[in-house]
């Protein structure tokens, strides 16, 4: 299975809803103090970005994206996944459930001020919001009321693509984003794969999904 390349998934995007800009690369490395948080389990670091940023819109996409192939202790190789939920063109917040220990996961929520996603993966699933209220607070407000802030992985160490999913059905059944169209790849059939980088392109292979459990 192959899937558009980051390039084209960015040249594609020209709704005014959605990123038509070219994307700057993740800064690793980028270290800054955690902000005190509202919500039960979530890490919150700004990162230069303003407190308010959490009241802005998301008004320039929301993205899955995953990560090259890595192996858990104990699993098969699989893909990190996370979202992120663009205000402009060039910043963002990261959401990121990544495990606090070997079997209980912590959402790190992070301010990404130069750019709307990062381009260091394999794959990108566009999304795009539908109302003009759906901003970094209300989605945590929204899966704190649904109980997704606590995480406990599959026994093999996968589960982020469970949670991921989880998030991102709540979402749409609230109607507050949507898939960005036939020529994107499409959610379901993305997060149903481990995903590598091929000749041509992002390549994936099916694999049914590791589910975590909330508690």
Known sequence: MRSLSFTFVIALLVSPCVIAAPMHGAQHGHQAAATTSSWPNVELQLRGLPETSLDAPVTHGVFAQCSNPATPPGGQKANHWRLFFAIAEDQSFSFDMVGADAAHGTLGVL???????????VLIVPMMPRVAHLTVRSVLDLIEHHGLLRYRYAANGEGCRCWVSTVVHLLKDQGLIVSAGPNFPEFDNSIGCVWRHGAHGPEGTPRPVEQGHFY
Request: net charge positive; charged share 10%.
């Open 111 to 121: 301010g990404r001020p130069s750019y709307p996603v990062s381009n260091q993966g």
